[in-house]
Every structure is written in C-alpha cells, then in structure tokens.
C-alpha cells in the first residue's frame, strides 16, 4: 500500500462538485463512507464528497463489476455487508467513484444522487457486534497510572501486551449525540462506605475507532502481516468515563459501569486508502524497551498515520454568550505505543474472532506534552487544578449542558487535507 | 410469580408424549426453548418435551392470538424476536403448549410436528447482542482471592457492588462445542519476560447464563422491582479460561484474551416460570455484611433458584476404555451473592441499554465446600494438588481430547425435575 500507485492520491484532482476541491475535509481525495437518512425517510449508504453525499445504492447503475455490487450492498441500514466483500471491492468502489466524481463529462447522470438539504442524519455506520477498547496511548497510560502509582505508572505487562479490554456494544451513538450523566455507586477515599448518585468525575476520552471489514473464523488467527487488510477504516470515538464510579468498581475485573452508559462515534469510516498519503513509521520504541514478540513484529515503517485530533468544549454558558468552542488539548494518533496491525493480530492471536463491523477503541491518545492531555482527568492532574476557560468559568469534570467535540483530520504539505469530521456530543442531566 | 397459580406446575400432569412424563429434564411442566435444525436445513425455534422438540412455527396453526404470534416469531435462526413481544406472551405460549400437549385429543393434530430422527443439531439460542459475565459466586471469588491475597481474599468492593465486565459475544458456541486451546503470551514469576504459546493453564468455569428478554432503552435504567421481567429464561455456560495468560494480561483493565477464545452455552432456555416451583429465598448475608444500596434492594423471599448444577470431565483415555464421565463437582446456583433481579438491575442502572438477547453470565458457582468447586483452578490449589480420576490418570488443568460436561437440574420433592439440559466441550489442540 504506497502513496504513489493510487491515482486518487493524485493533489492536482479535483471533483466537479461544488466546493468539493477547498473542502476542509472531504476533498475527492477522501470519498469515506457512512450511512445516512433522507427526509423521505429512506436510510443508506454514501460517500462524502464536500458538502454533499453521494447516495451509493442510486449509483450503483453508474459502476461496473465489483464496484457496483458493493454500492448495491450498501443499500442496507449498516455498511457491514459492503465491507464483508473485502479490501479490494472498497479500493475499487473508490477507484470508480474518484473518476466519476473528477470527471465533468459525467456530472449530469451523477448528481442527481447528490443529497444535502434533505438529508435528515447520519447513523452509526456499522452493526457493531463486539467493541473493544484498547489502551494503546502510552503517554495516557503512564498519565493515568502517575495518578494511582506515580513511582511506577505503567505495569511490566504495558510493552509487552497490547492492553484491552471488552467495551460494551449496545450503547455505542452516533454524533452529534445527547449524553446523560450516569448514576452509579461511588466511594469518597475517606468515607466509610460507598454512595448512590450522578457521577461528579465524568469525562471524555479522545480515541480513534478503528473498524473492522473482513473477520476471521474462531480459532484463526489473523497474522501481523495481513492484519491491515481486515480494517475497514476509521472514526472517531469518544469514550466517555465515569471516573468515580471507574474508581470504586474496576477490580480486579476492569471497568463497567463507568464505560457502558454511552461511547459516541463519528459517522464518516475513513479508509486507509484515503489515510495512505499520511503514513509515517511507528515512532521508535525508548531505548530499553522490550522488541514486540514474533506474532506482533511485522514492518512498521509506513504503519502508523499522522491524524491529529483536537477536543474543544462548548458549555452552555459560552453557547449562550455566542462563544467559539474553546480548544482544551490536542492528541496525535501516532501516540499509539502499538500499531494498529498489531491490534488485530494480538485480538485473533488466541483464536477470537474479529467479524465485520467490531469496533477497535485505540484508547485516549495524548501527546506527552502539557496541551496534548486526552481526557480532563489528565488537563486537571487528578480533578486537582481545574482549568479556565476564556470566558471566566473552570471545570474539572463535565457539567451538565457542556458540549465536547473532537475533530480529527490528516495534513501533510502537497497534499488536500483529509478529514475525519467531528464527534460531538452533549452532556445531559 | 408465585407457583401454586400455575396450572403448568401441576405435578401429576403428564404429556401424551412418549416418554415426556419420565423424562429427567424435559417433562410438560419445564417446555424450554431452543433453536433447532433439520435434514431438510431448516432452522428454528422448538420446544422440548421428552426425547422430541415440538416445530413452533409449524405448531401456530394450533394456537390462538399472542401465543399463535408468538410461534410465528419463531420461524427464525434466532429467539430474539419471539422473546421481544414480552413475558406475558411467553407464558401464554407455554400455556398453550401445555394444554395441547397434555390433552390426548389433541396428539393427531400435534404430533406431525414434534421431531427426533430427523433433529440434525441445536443452536445458539439467541443473537446475542453483549455478553456480560458477573462474579457473584461469593465462594469462588473467596477461592480465587485467597490465591493471589490470602489474607484478605474479597476486595472492598465486594459486597457493593455486583462486579462484572463486558465478555465477548462473537465467539459464543452452542454444545457440544470443539474449543481450541488459545495461544497467548504468559509470563512465569521467576521468568525475566514472557513467552508464547498454548496455554499450559486451560479451565472451565461452571456457571449459569441469563438471557435477556425484553431489553430497556438507553438512559431509562431497569428498576429491581421489575428486572425479573426482563429475564427470558437461564441455560448452562461453561466459561473456558486460560489462567496462565489471564494472570499476565489482566492488569490494570480485566481478562481480555484469557476468555475470548470460546465461551459454550448450553442450548435450551428454561424459563422462570417453569422454574417458580424451585424458588427459595436469597441465602440470608453473613452477618455483618452491607444491605444493599436502595436500587438493589427488592423482596428476596423467592428471588433465588435451587439449581444443582454437575461437572463431569471425560478424558481420551477414558473414553477409549469405556470409563463413564468422572463427576468432579457441584455447584448450586444458590451460590450468587446477588439475585438475577440485583445482577439486571446492577447493569442498567447507569443507563446501560440491555438488549433481547444478553447473556449475563452468573460467574462460578461454587459451594464454598470441598467438592463443591467450580473450576479446576480451585479444586487443585492453583494447580499445585494434582486431583486423580478413577483410571489413574491425574489432572490440574484440561489436556487436549478432555471433554468437559455441565449437567443442572431443578429437584424437589413432590415436583417432577426440571432439567436444563448439558453443556458440553472437547478441548482439542
């Protein structure tokens, strides 16, 4: 997978619809999918391009071959049975849509299955049977850990195992969502015996989901080396925590209420096809650490994606005053102490099956420096030091009416910017 | 729910079935739920009674208004549906079943649908959406706490909160199952770092499952006092554990590949009605325990099952030679420290959505005395006691050709037993 064979990498393409070219982050470049509803109702696949989505099934009758398949599988309230036709079909749907969309000869047949104002929203983009969540993201590891064992903060387990855990499917929303504050027991370090009520530590977490396309069968492990082709693409996740009731629950078998109330999604899957361009090599591991073992070491020198992520906070303080979101941190993907191959390989390894549509969390990604915090119990060191916002209020945790969203997008000189959208949701009582 | 109002509990009643009224798991008055297959590859829903499975779409014919629709809903590779139109249609399809099969005026027009010979294999009962396995049995995590903490084996928390943590629902199998022995990585304690490889420490877990019924919406918790509603009905799960690789990975955040690689269930749904004879009250808490906290605290008069559950293990040796299974223990089911209703109630009450479905597993069961251990772990110390079957051979931890077999039951006198059925698993390499 190079950058320079695709000639949708091509910086000089442009597509003939409408403000596609300066779109900030869906370029012809980029074409990701999701599904999505229209006012009469109808609920399907399409394909971001600029301000519009291009309605796959109504296409279909445009593509040929395998491509016109996988836009007829998108017909369907999930893109699970697209992607279960494997990586090739998706590049060549692309490869399809990227010449039909640059080529102006075809705009009167094709734009009459562009949708803007009458569509209603977007959905969650894959049936997810099983989410994971990882805790890839060292620097928010060794973070959190500094809190509960600051001479010790990462485990010896951390560098030797990809480190995760079962999430819970059910809750998993689309953005722009409504969250509502959990309830849950939760025990004061010097109380005698724990206590009912809202949560009073609840966060975001700045994650990147990662999707899974083609599965493997129970007791087949997905080799390091063929892993990338069963990611379909990625998102981004917002894993909202409870952290007092994460605190008085997690062991010694790991989080539960504290995550399952809610985690929020972008709709838009961003194929590693489109991510290509912006590839960079697994930063070096510190000198010291131990080498992945055999079934986790493949090549890791164009296996990492330089996708940043930001998370502004929108209280409703700000909204009423007209305030611009405030911008709390930023977080690379690159933070990720393993590679996104690695994931899946270590996932499958004792025979578990991944299928279609699983949800990967990579875990909170924050950078190692003061600004690249992912989650408020970091920026607050503990709920200890609150931060201000421009418009004299402060937070330590989440209120009720504040807003975070997190926006993701790839840059890279020469190249459009690709874009992953945002993640948006809104705390509520 | 109270038993001495439901005609279906009559003890002297009997099926017209042959070999239904001396059935030791399947009489009229237990009608458990499942999904079968034919050698015509139908699948759908049935109901045991005897040695033969009643076809419930085929039976709609005969039945009337819900419990007609209800047998409709059937006509699936999955219960979920049927399941979702509420408990009160599911007993009045019991119900129904009940009559019909007790009334021998009725045997012409029902036994063209009742199915032996021809019966090629059960299924998962259920599309199971999430998979959450609790720790409830009190003796087990006292066992396995005293292992790692002798001196204070239950953590704070305990008596709290019901612990549990997200499972993994795609590699959920239906007896009899074939589970592969995991690879993975652990690390021996005078070891420098880990090594790769099968798992040296393969264990079952006696347990019962708990099916979801009708699920709730997202942000609307289930409240105790109607969580048993919610329960469609328990069946055996025997949760196969590789404890060398648990014992590496599950810190800070839980078992991951340690369980993923396989979990059986067994395939029939016995319902709460069919088990409402068996009812006793919740074991009163030591003395000195906690109360539960207000949103867990409901009537536990008859909040608990008397359900005996047996593990049996049957070596390749054994098998060659002829040798019976050998009974390594028992478990009863009055062993969770929390009632089925607490376990939902739990789960919901941050606003976790529970969906038709959901497995809740109980956790091991085990009896607190010799003989009575759930797991392999607990019976030979850690595997530090070797246990010695009949033939000679001895054990810690599962060898590959070992089959595992979960029977349980319902017995009181006076009442004739409710079976659920076997679960069973061969451990191959």
Redesign the interface.
């Known amino acids: 997978m190079t950058a320079t064979t695709d000639f949708t990498h091509d910086p000089a393409a442009k597509s003939w619809v409408s403000g596609a070219a300066d779109h900030p982050d869906f370029p012809v470049q980029n074409l990701p999918l999701a599904i999505f509803s229209t006012d009469d109702g109808r609920i399907r696949g399409g394909v971001a391009i600029g301000d519009y989505i291009l309605c796959l099934p109504a296409s279909a009758e445009l593509l040929t071959g395998e491509a016109r398949k996988a836009a007829e599988a998108a017909d369907a309230l999930h893109l699970n049975a697209m992607f279960a036709m494997g990586p090739a079909v998706v590049t060549e749907l692309r490869h399809q849509l990227f010449r039909l969309l640059t080529d102006t000869s075809r705009q009167a047949e094709l734009e009459k299955h562009l949708h803007r104002d009458d569509v209603t929203g977007l959905h969650v983009p894959f049936h997810v ?2 989410y ?1 969540d990882f ?1 890839t993201g060292i620097h928010h590891a060794e973070n959190i850990g500094s809190l509960f064992r600051p001479d010790n903060p990462l ?1 010896p ?1 951390y560098k ?2 990809p ?9 998993i ?1 689309v953005s722009p969502a409504q969250v ?1 504050r ?4 939760t ?1 004061a370090p010097d109380a005698e ?2 206590s ?1 009520g809202p949560s009073k530590r609840l966060d975001y977490e700045l994650e990147m989901a990662i999707w899974i396309g083609q ?1 493997n069968d ?2 087949e ?1 997905i080799p390091v080396g063929e892993a990338e082709s069963h990611i379909a693409g990625i998102s981004i996740l917002n894993d909202w925590s ?1 952290r007092d ?1 994460q605190a ?11 995550k ?3 985690s929020t999604v972008s709709p838009w899957v961003v194929t590693l096809d489109a991510l290509a361009p912006f590839r960079s090599a697994q930063p070096a591991r510190p000198e010291g650490d ?1 080498a992945p ?3 986790l070491a493949h090549d890791t020198s164009a296996a990492a994606f330089d996708v940043q992520m930001e998370v502004f906070l929108s209280t409703a303080k700000m909204r009423a005053g007209g305030d611009a979101p405030h911008r709390l941190s930023t977080g690379p993907m690159t933070a990720m102490y393993w590679t996104a191959a690695q994931l899946v390989a ?2 499958s ?7 279609t549509g ?1 949800l990967l969390g990579t875990g909170t990604l924050s950078s190692g420096e003061d600004g690249g915090e992912g989650s408020l119990i970091e920026l607050t060191r503990g709920g200890k030091q609150a931060i201000a916002l421009p418009n004299g209020e402060t937070r330590t945790f989440l209120e009720d009416g504040d807003e975070v969203i997190i926006r993701a997008y790839a840059e890279r000189e020469g190249q459009p910017r690709i874009g992953l959208g945002e993640c948006r949701g809104t705390v509520v009582g």
Chains 1, 2 share one sequence.
Request: with cysteine.
């Open positions: 049977g099983d994971t805790y485990l387990n030797y195992v480190i995760g855990y079962h999430g819970r499917s059910s809750s929303r509502k959990p309830s849950g027991q025990k015996a724990p009912f599965g129970l007791g492990p409870a009731i008085w629950e997690y062991q010694p078998l790991g989080p539960f209420l504290a399952n109330f809610h131990p073992m055999d079934y270590h996932h390894v004792g025979g578990c099956n991944m299928q699983d």
